[in-house]
DNA sequence: TTTTGGTACTTTGTGATACAAGGTATTATA
DNA sequence: TATAATACCTTGTATCACAAAGTACCAAAA
């Protein structure tokens, strides 16, 4: 098993993606592609196949609704919406991101 | 899938264990028990099917080693101290979880 | 001296999930 | 009517955290 700096990322942020999509979501209605742009413009790489699970899973969680809207570039994009209870999520995991922060300064003190 | 706010924890500190394992490792050595009170003290609770096979695997990468030392109150304890390589790969996650942290602050802006 | 309880280390099976790779469908343009 | 660009989706694989059960050592009580 490799350990380059690029994985060290990669593992680091396994679990918190949900938490990104939701914030993502939060601030604006978006598609997929969309989404991995704004992933990627905050340093966070995700490809498709990652990204499309995920969305169903929260949409099928009740998190997230979607609409299909067409495109002036190519085939309807499917919009996805934050919902009641996908902001109700994101409140608590606000709370358990300040709480990871917490929890690593706590053990990094001698 | 249930989602309680405990399983919003377990899921976003998936990735960080090792490196929270390698930051309490920097600090002195010990072993797996008391990785976990420390663990629990900082308030992120592991259980030791979790624990002992990322330390085997922590050492066959060469981050640790580790030596039996006698216990006065039970059977010997295995200790593990962190490696120059071990140390070298903190150095890099401490990068990580700074770019993190920073990366989820950047997605937060409106 | 046998049993009991506490401590410590280990293994097996399961479910979740990120990713690589490949596929389908729509639209505009050459 | 190809071709390129865009967008969505699926399959197979590897990894990893956890639950649960097991093994081994030691000391103190019965």
């Known amino acids: 098993?490799?350990?380059?700096a690029e994985n060290v990322r990669a593992q680091m942020r396994k679990g918190v993606l949900e938490y990104c999509i939701l914030s993502i979501l939060n601030k604006r209605e978006?598609?997929?592609?969309?989404?991995?742009?704004?992933?990627?413009?905050a340093n966070m790489i995700v490809v498709e196949g990652t990204l499309y699970p995920?969305?169903?899973?929260?949409k099928n969680q009740g998190l997230l609704s979607y609409r299909w809207e067409e495109s002036t570039?190519?085939?309807?994009?499917?919009?996805?919406?934050?919902?009641?209870?996908?902001?109700?999520q994101l409140a608590q995991m606000d709370e358990a991101w300040k709480e990871l922060v917490e929890t690593i300064s706590t053990l990094k003190e001698k």
Chains 1, 2 share one sequence.
């Open 54 to 58: 995920l969305l169903i899973r929260q």
């Open 30 to 41: 978006a598609y997929a592609s969309a989404i991995i742009e704004e992933l990627k413009a």
């Open 73 to 88: 570039q190519g085939p309807p994009r499917k919009y996805y919406v934050i919902s009641d209870k996908g902001r109700e």
């Open 1 to 4: 098993m490799e350990n380059t």
